[in-house]
T-cell receptor, first 113, second 111 residues
Framework: DTAVSQTPKYLVTQMGNDKSIKCEQNLGHDTMYWYKQDSKKFLKIMFS???????INETVPNRFSPKSPDKAHLNLHINSLELGDSAVYFC????????????FGSGTRLTVV | QQQVKQSPQSLIVQKGGISIINCAYENTAFDYFPWYQQFPGKGPALLIA?????SEKKEGRFTISFNKSAKQFSLHIMDSQPGDSATYFCAASPGYSTLTFGKGTMLLVSP
């Protein structure tokens, strides 16, 4: 069983479209994250949720909206996609905000054309 | 402001050699320092981690050296193997908080 699973693995879409990426973890962790990895491999935190509550919202355009229906799921919805949104998006989870024990999903490669 | 600075950006090492990657941090509240390994098409995976109460931690061929006064820590990979070829990230956090990552080092171990 995959600990942190993301779908889809690849997403190719046109500029202006709206898309969603789903994430689920079966580790019983309380905290989930979205990271963006750009073409230079830099990993940047976007959002963090603890037990369905938003606790970190970095400087991210408000076209990006996370949603956590329960503590095992954290989805990312992106409106009006732009070329610059092309990147790999990683979901991760950890126990109750503790940075030890971060587990990452395998990523979603988003390409905006 | 980059809170964790990682170098080098890329590294080529011969099989059997020692790979050394360095990181420096600014925030004195950081008290957890992990290293992550990422293979192409995969997510980063925890490799080894250290807390500032020790100066060195070793797990197999991987060693973290930590210098609290200099605010630096490094990853040493002994007897480097082609299978170690990956991108390595250092990270840091003040314990109960989000990890801040370095910019990554692409390691290539030549056969």
């Amino acid at each position: 069983d995959t600990a942190v699973s993301q779908t889809p693995k690849y997403l190719v879409t046109q500029m202006g479209n709206d898309k969603s990426i789903k994430c689920e973890q079966n580790l019983g962790h309380d905290t989930m994250y979205w990271y963006k990895q750009d073409s230079k491999k830099f990993l940047k935190i976007m959002f963090s949720y603890n037990n369905k509550e938003l606790i970190i919202n970095e400087t991210v355009p408000n076209r990006f909206s996370p949603k956590s229906p329960d503590k095992a799921h954290l989805n990312l919805h992106i409106n009006s996609l732009e070329l610059g949104d092309s990147a790999v998006y990683f979901c991760a989870s950890s126990p109750a905000g503790i940075s030890a024990g971060y587990t990452f999903g395998s990523g979603t490669r988003l390409t905006v054309v | 402001q980059q809170q964790v600075k990682q170098s080098p950006q890329s590294l080529i090492v011969q099989k059997g050699g020692i790979s050394i990657i360095n990181c420096a941090y600014e925030n004195t509240a950081f008290d957890y320092f992990p290293w992550y390994q990422q293979f192409p098409g995969k997510g980063p995976a925890l490799l080894i981690a250290i807390r500032p109460d020790v100066s060195e931690k070793k797990e197999g061929r991987f060693t973290i050296s930590f210098n609290k006064s200099a605010k630096q820590f490094s990853l040493h990979i002994m007897d480097s193997q082609p299978g170690d070829s990956a991108t390595y990230f250092c990270a840091a956090s003040p314990g109960y908080s989000t990890l801040t990552f370095g910019k990554g080092t692409m390691l290539l171990v030549s056969p």
